[in-house]
């Protein structure tokens, strides 16, 4: 008899404890998606992944949220973001009238968030020598008028530095002799370190913010400064030319929103044009678009370390 009940007891035991297992599963998938907590997609411009990258380390590390990136091409992220891949995207721009509307018919209106000002970086090898660049050059050169342009290589020709200069030239595609395209920022940094005469274009954010398989690739090349009509100097995109716009090539981001209610993409760009988040973009060497407060702490008497 006892052996009976010590076996009912056992099988008891076994189904509670199983019953315990499957409600804590049940409730971790049942964990709802709000401002701070939950988890979520988010596209970005592969040219200014590394801030984004910051930013989301922080973010997670103080809520609990976990965000997942999808880098890609402008062009690319932008497809994916009408095809409800996910539902935030970071840009360097804001989305045009065809882009808006498409969310309009679905009864959902963006909310463009800017956030920091970034800018597009030329760069050439060190053997070059050459350390200055006026754009219209460039523009010449995409019209195919004579220049002194070896060549231009961009990061993927999706891209938002691509579409740029695309503009600026008033073309509708890059023409086929002298103009190279790769798949990656980091891509070009490596090409240009180990070709004379190319200039590359790439977003300045990974100048600023190296990956380690770009740092060595970095001493072997020289940032441009650069000038258009409506400079009369060459311009170093240094930090305090980004943040005044006295940089030919500066631009702001964008963090856009399309979740139609307030989910963890809204409370990730509060995140990124709050303190903190502006905290960062200042420290990347980007230019926060709102200056972070500072703790002044006042003295008595000076202190001799």
């Known amino acids: 008899m006892i052996k009976i009940k010590n076996k009912v007891a056992t099988i008891l035991f076994g189904i509670g404890l199983v019953l315990i297992v499957l409600n804590s599963c049940k409730g971790d998938s049942d964990t709802k998606e709000t401002i701070l907590t939950g988890t979520t997609s988010i596209l970005v411009d592969e040219s200014i992944l590394p801030i984004i990258q910051d930013q989301v380390a922080v ?88 220049s002194k342009i070896k060549g231009l290589v961009f990061d993927n020709a999706n891209s938002s530095t691509t579409r740029y200069f695309l503009e600026l030239a008033g073309l509708k595609s890059m023409p086929d002799a002298g103009v190279f395209s ?35 690739a970095l001493e072997s090349i020289t940032v441009l400064s650069v000038k258009d009509k409506n400079t009369k100097d060459y311009v170093y995109p240094s930090q305090e030319n980004i943040a005044t716009r006295k940089y030919p090539l500066a631009r702001v981001l964008y963090i856009i929103n399309c979740q139609g209610y307030d989910g963890l993409g ?36 000076i202190e001799n370390n």
Not at 279 to 294: D, M, N, T, V, W
């Open 182 to 216: 790769f798949k990656t920022n980091e891509e070009v940094l490596q090409y240009v370190s180990k070709n004379e005469g190319m200039i590359g274009v790439v977003g300045v954010n990974w100048i600023f913010q190296p990956s380690p398989a770009t740092k060595k």
């Open 59 to 146: 973010f997670e590390n103080q809520y609990n949220a976990t965000i997942k990136l999808l880098p890609q091409s402008e062009k690319e992220s932008v497809q994916s973001f009408v095809n409800n891949k996910a539902r935030a995207i970071v840009l360097s721009r804001k989305l045009n009238a065809t882009e808006s509307s498409i969310f309009k018919n679905r009864k959902i209106k963006p909310l463009e968030t800017p956030f920091a000002i970034d800018a597009i970086a030329l760069i050439k090898n060190k053997k070059t020598k050459d350390s200055i660049q006026d754009i219209s050059e460039i523009v010449d050169f995409l019209k195919g008028k004579p």
């Open 266 to 301: 809204i409370g990730f760009a509060s995140f990124i044009s709050g303190e903190i988040g502006q905290r960062i973009i200042l420290k990347s060497g980007l230019a926060p678009l709102r200056e972070p407060s500072r703790n002044i702490r006042i003295r008595n008497k």
